[in-house]
Nanobody
């Protein structure tokens, strides 16, 4: 079992920045691909950014966030981060941390299913 707890969401003006954090506990994450997904009411959950279990340079970013968001992972601290810069109103959503055993980064982040989910942290971008 893996438990995931997100933090760092909030209200920010357009053009601002936020850093989301995800603390993992429970089973070893050695073979888990991890990622950030987001969802707005009435829409399907979508992958934002994901990172490989074995290679921190093997990442995926949704086209809508490329060049603005950066995913990173601290294996020793069992933490996952999402640095979000130049935020836009369309980035407003509930953001979830997720982990999936053995997933390939691109296919995992292109879908909406995962073995484990956090409870979500709200990000609101508004002036």
């Amino acid at each position: 079992q893996v438990q995931l707890v997100e933090s760092g969401g909030g209200l920010v003006q357009p053009g601002g920045s936020l850093r989301l954090s995800c603390a993992a506990s429970g089973s070893s994450l050695e073979h888990f691909t991890m990622g950030w997904f987001r969802q707005v009411p009435g829409k399907e959950r979508e992958g934002v950014s994901c990172v490989s279990a074995y290679d921190d340079e093997d990442t995926y970013y949704a086209d809508s966030v490329k060049g603005r968001f950066t995913i990173s992972r601290d294996h020793a601290k069992r933490m996952l981060y999402l640095q979000m810069n130049n935020l836009k109103p369309d980035d407003t959503a509930l953001y979830y941390c997720a982990a999936d055993f053995g997933a390939t980064v691109h296919s995992y982040c292109s879908g909406s299913r995962s073995d484990y989910w956090g409870q979500g942290t709200q990000v609101t971008v508004s002036s």
